[in-house]
């Protein structure tokens, strides 16, 4: 009988998994309409530069920290808030296009603690924002 099954998706194991994961995430971003507009029309992001910072931040929360991620992620959403309204439906629009890209490319240990990781810092980031009273309620 033919195996009409999808492939069998491995857990999150190295960096390069992280830029696979990246890179096909940012590109759903990039053309959501409810997001897209806020990385390339307002913040007018440098993907070259952003895309390996992002990758650091993941791989320092899920492959051990290599010291190699020293940004400021609550900073650099604040930032962006107080240059176009931000909302829950943004984070709700983020975790959403964030939990397809993962369970399409991956399943295990990993891939769930990327899923939590990033809806617990998603809860914070907006508990932050609403508390300098920079979250807009919709
Ligand atoms: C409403 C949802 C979100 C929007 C619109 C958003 C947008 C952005 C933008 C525009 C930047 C700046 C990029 C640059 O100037 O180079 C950024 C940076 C970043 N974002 Fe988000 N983001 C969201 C949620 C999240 C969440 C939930 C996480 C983590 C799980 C996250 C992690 C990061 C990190 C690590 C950076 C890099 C900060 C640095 O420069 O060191 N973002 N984000």
């Known amino acids: ?9 491995h857990d999150i194991d190295t960096k390069a998994d992280i830029a696979y994961l990246l890179d ?3 590109e ?8 897209g507009y806020i990385f390339d ?6 993907w070259p530069d ?13 492959l051990g920290g290599d010291g190699s991620y020293q940004g400021n992620p609550m900073r650099a959403h604040v930032d962006l808030a107080r240059k176009t309204p931000i909302t829950p439906a943004h984070f709700d629009r983020w975790l959403a296009l964030f939990t397809q890209t993962l369970t399409d490319c991956f399943a295990g240990e990993r891939a769930r603690e990327a899923l ?3 809806q617990s810092i998603a809860a914070v980031m907006q508990s932050r924002l609403y508390s300098a009273g920079l ?4």
């Open 1 to 9: 009988m033919t195996d009409t099954t999808a492939p069998v998706l």
């Open 24 to 26: 096909r995430f940012y």
């Open 28 to 35: 759903r971003v990039r053309q959501d309409p409810d997001l």
């Open 41 to 46: 029309g307002v913040a007018h992001v440098n």
């Open 50 to 62: 952003h895309l390996p910072r992002i990758n650091a931040f993941w791989t320092n929360l899920l």
């Open 116 to 118: 939590l990781r990033a």
């Open 135 to 138: 979250l807009e309620t919709d």
